[in-house]
């Protein structure tokens, strides 16, 4: 793909984000808010996608991330009047600091035992929230967060904070997709494919599992401090097992293998659930949540059979196909082409008179 096509790519995906937010009025089941969250938790979820689509790592507790990001933004602009952006900082730090500790112990795990440590983990930070009250206020959660301002913008409205969720969404994106491509990328596929065989070809497996389970930490804590001045409230229900078990339907949909996966799953995922809350109570009387649940569990399970790459990596997969196709046939055109033929070129033709 040459660097006109990759442009246009870019600026589309930028160009979605405001084309989102003027299509939220028209639609009568999607809000602005609702883009805030989708955008933030798309957000979250690219850094689970490097963990678990290119180091084929497991992690279910992802969650616990989001929630330092949200309470180092709390507790530092609240109680130490600390900056915004300062605030955020220390949070990702904090985050990548956790990643770390943890990831030297839960990464010894393969398999499905590595998948109930990352859960532990993020059990264990619900736990830790709920009774360390001092300073996370408990169960009763923390308040009074003020409003994030960008260049004395203040981020006071739903479209206001979208359009600045979005774009650290599209640097979320490039920095993933940036690492997808670099050397390091390459290590990380080679790792998620064979711990064995990549350590065999001089792969550090301890230093890249945790590097890129910092990674995601840092993604997720910067998303949480978003969600924490959008609320401007945080509570430990937000971060629990439910929320981890949705980031991860989030990248399961969107395709595991794809920077994009995170993003497309996010809205993909928004548009079914909220076109089934307006949908479905025009044809069922009483409560339609059952219903609602059932739609989402088939809509899921079919686009997890039909679409095994998730819904961006299966667009990826045909892309990069018909690529292929076509560069196999114009060989196939050089190879049957005559000598001196108008395939071999005017040099060829010169050649032969």
């Known amino acids: 793909m040459n660097w006109t096509a990759r442009l246009v790519g870019w600026a589309a995906f930028a160009a979605a984000g405001p084309l989102l937010l003027l299509a939220a009025d028209p639609i009568p089941f999607l809000s602005d808010s609702q883009l805030v969250f989708t955008a933030i ?28 990001g949200a309470y ?23 985050a990548g600091i956790v990643a ?42 923390r308040g009074g967060i003020a409003k994030l301002s960008v260049l004395d913008i203040e981020l006071d409205d739903a479209g206001r904070m979208f359009l600045f969720a979005w774009a650290l969404v599209i640097v979320g ?14 290590a990380l596929r080679a790792l998620g494919e064979s711990p064995i065989a990549a350590g065999c070809c001089g792969v550090n497996v301890v230093r890249f599992k945790i590097a890129v ?40 949909v969107g395709g595991l293998t ?9 809205f993909a995922l928004l548009f079914v659930t909220e076109a089934s809350r307006e949908v479905i109570p025009r044809f069922v009387e009483g409560v339609t949540g059952p219903y609602e649940l059932t739609v989402y569990g088939l809509l899921l399970v079919i686009v997890l059979i039909a679409f095994r790459r998730g819904l961006a990596g299966t667009v990826a997969h045909l892309w990069r196909s018909r690529q292929l196709i076509a560069v196999e046939r114009a060989a196939e055109r050089l190879e049957t082409a005559p000598a001196g033929g108008p395939a071999a070129g005017p040099a060829a033709s010169e050649a032969g008179r």
């Open 213 to 252: 389970f910092v990674v995601a930490g840092v993604y997720g804590a910067v998303a949480g401090s978003l969600y924490a001045h959008h609320v401007t409230y945080v509570s430990p229900e937000e971060f629990g097992l439910q929320r981890s078990i949705e980031l991860l339907i989030v990248v399961v």
């Open 72 to 94: 180092a933004t709390a507790i530092l602009t609240v109680e130490r009047n600390w900056s915004p952006w300062l605030a955020m900082a220390a949070g990702a730090g904090i």
């Open 173 to 186: 994106v490039l920095l993933a997709r940036n690492l997808v491509a670099s050397r390091a990328g390459r």
């Open 100 to 141: 770390a500790a943890v990831a030297r112990s839960v990464f010894r795990a393969v398999e499905h035992f590595l998948a109930m440590a990352t859960l532990a983990f993020g059990l264990i930070f619900v736990f830790a929230v709920q009774h360390f009250d001092e300073f996370t206020g408990g169960n009763g959660g």
């Open 258 to 266: 794809s920077p994009w996966g995170a993003v497309v799953g996010a």
């Open 41 to 68: 938790h798309a957000l979250a979820a690219t850094g689970l996608g490097l963990v678990m689509g290119l180091a084929g790592q497991a992690s279910l507790g992802h969650a616990a991330f989001y929630g330092i």
